[in-house]
């Protein structure tokens, strides 16, 4: 199957250490997003990238939270200094371009203890 | 873009049409109205948009009201695969736009055997 693939599935860490999160969009689809969700809520907007460059990264929540995607392709959720209030699904999703239907992941449960 | 207001949670008796209203009073008129679901411990899938003609896929029909204030996502012959969290969503579908989709509580359908 060719979806978006997120890995790890699940993840748990420590308060206070550093995560990564990582997700392979379908091939040949230039747009990628970012969402958190929480427990009884609906998906979250962090961040879009077009391309290599985050084109809209206003919902990312403060700087601890950062995104890369060197190469147009993968794309990597990165967190530091986790806090509890970080545990949530993060969902990635992409489409074949901006604005056109976006197919997303199953999402990586992060549990920070 | 717009605000959604949907009924918290429905329920729907297999084999029978499920409708799924939701009120989007302030909808401009480049806005589109999106629905997606989300089924238990995956990722949103898309089901169907539209401006303002009525539409139809293999999923479902979407019936938008002539003022655009309101629309039903109408699953003809419900099946317990589509007990879901179903989402709508308004947006301005141009290629200009970023394609981020600000996803509401949305309604949780419930089909009973």
């Known amino acids: 199957g060719a979806g978006v693939s997120q890995t790890p599935s699940n993840k748990v860490t420590e308060k206070g250490k550093y995560v990564e999160l990582r997700c392979d969009p379908i091939?040949?689809?230039?747009?990628l997003y970012w969402y958190r969700q929480s427990l009884g809520q609906g998906p979250e907007f962090l961040i879009y990238?077009?391309?290599?460059?985050?084109?809209?990264d206003s919902g990312l929540p403060n700087d601890r939270f950062f995104a890369v995607r060197p190469e147009g392709s993968v794309s990597t959720l990165k967190i530091q200094r986790t806090e509890r209030g970080d545990s949530a699904v993060y969902l990635c999703?992409?489409?074949?371009?901006?604005?056109?239907?976006?197919?997303f992941g199953q999402g990586t449960r992060l549990t920070v203890v | 873009d717009a605000k959604t207001t949907q009924p918290t949670s429905m329920d729907c008796a297999e084999g029978r049409a499920a409708n799924l209203p939701c009120n989007h009073s302030?909808?401009?008129?480049?806005?589109?109205v999106y629905w997606y679901r989300q089924i238990h411990s995956q990722g949103p899938q898309y089901i169907i948009h539209g401006l303002k003609n009525n539409e139809t896929n293999e999923m479902a029909s979407l019936i938008i009201t002539e003022d655009r204030k309101s629309s039903t996502l109408i699953l003809p012959h419900a099946t317990l695969r589509d007990t879901a969290v179903y989402y709508c969503?308004?947006?301005?579908?141009?290629?200009?736009?970023?394609?981020?989709?600000?996803f509401g509580q949305g309604t949780t359908l419930q089909v009973k055997p």
């Open positions: 969503i308004v947006r301005v579908a141009l290629s200009s736009n970023t394609g981020k989709l600000i």
């Open positions: 302030t909808i401009s008129g480049n806005e589109y």
């Open positions: 999703a992409s489409s074949l371009k901006q604005g056109a239907e976006a197919f």
């Open positions: 990238f077009q391309g290599t460059g985050a084109a809209d």
């Open positions: 091939s040949g689809h230039t747009a």
